[in-house]
T-cell receptor
Framework: QKEVEQNSGPLSVPEGAIASLNCTYSDRGSQSFFWYRQYSGKSPELIMSIYSNGDKEDGRFTAQLNKASQYVSLLIRDSQPSDSATYLCAVNEDGNNRLAFGKGNQVVVIP | DGGITQSPKYLFRKEGQNVTLSCEQNLNHDAMYWYRQDPGQGLRLIYYSQIVNDFQKGDIAEGYSVSREKKESFPLTVTSAQKNPTAFYLC?????????????FGPGTRLLVL
């Protein structure tokens, strides 16, 4: 089973600050990477997908991928209280449609 | 509206009982998935299906069964063999392809044991 690690504990950030989340993965052959946001008691919703090395920006969110170092990160700029949620990193397995998920990182934005 | 529906929202299971969770999608997706989420944990794959009348075991298939008789529907049965079924169950679907396809999730079913 491929491993996806999100080791940071709950992250508290002041409103307006940058939240930075990291994720490492074990399978060097992984091709697709996803960040999902999950509010308490709700189902995950896609925030970003990234497939190539480098940065991908979408509004206040930036995903960064480094396949050589096997990590993917998510930056949330100008954090808002509505960003308070758990963020799940997901990595595809072997180029098929199976995803391996990390345990998630909880983000709390303090007004 | 296109989307994924799951029912019921809450389900209670008695000892020794089999229960079935419903998942329906109208996104015309070929692939469907069932995940289990325990508190503070990520999602673990139970079963997945990439085409009608075919499905594969995921990482934690023991105590569960599925069927895929229609493209739109992928019900999950939690059998009495599953000794710790209390969890949040999530159904997802995606187009079938090279692995870059996004999985979209239904609202989930919370299963509790009486």
């Amino acid at each position: 089973q491929k491993e996806v690690e999100q080791n940071s504990g709950p992250l508290s950030v002041p409103e307006g600050a940058i939240a930075s989340l990291n994720c490492t993965y074990s399978d060097r052959g992984s091709q697709s990477f996803f960040w999902y946001r999950q509010y308490s008691g709700k189902s995950p919703e896609l925030i970003m997908s990234i497939y190539s090395n480098g940065d991908k920006e979408d509004g206040r969110f930036t995903a960064q991928l480094n396949k050589a170092s096997q990590y993917v990160s998510l930056l949330i700029r100008d954090s808002q209280p509505s960003d308070s949620a758990t963020y799940l990193c997901a990595v595809n397995e072997d180029g098929n449609n199976r995803l391996a998920f990390g345990k998630g990182n909880q983000v709390v934005v303090i007004p | 509206d296109g989307g994924i529906t799951q029912s019921p929202k809450y389900l209670f299971r008695k000892e020794g009982q089999n229960v079935t969770l419903s998942c329906e999608q109208n996104l015309n997706h070929d692939a469907m998935y069932w995940y289990r989420q325990d508190p503070g944990q990520g999602l673990r794959l139970i079963y997945y299906s990439q085409i009608v009348n075919d499905f594969q075991k995921g990482d934690i298939a023991e105590g569960y069964s599925v069927s895929r008789e229609k493209k739109e529907s992928f019900p999950l049965t939690v059998t009495s063999a599953q000794k710790n079924p209390t969890a949040f169950y999530l159904c997802a679907s995606s187009r079938y392809g090279t692995g870059k396809e996004t999985q979209y999730f239904g609202p989930g079913t919370r299963l509790l044991v009486l």
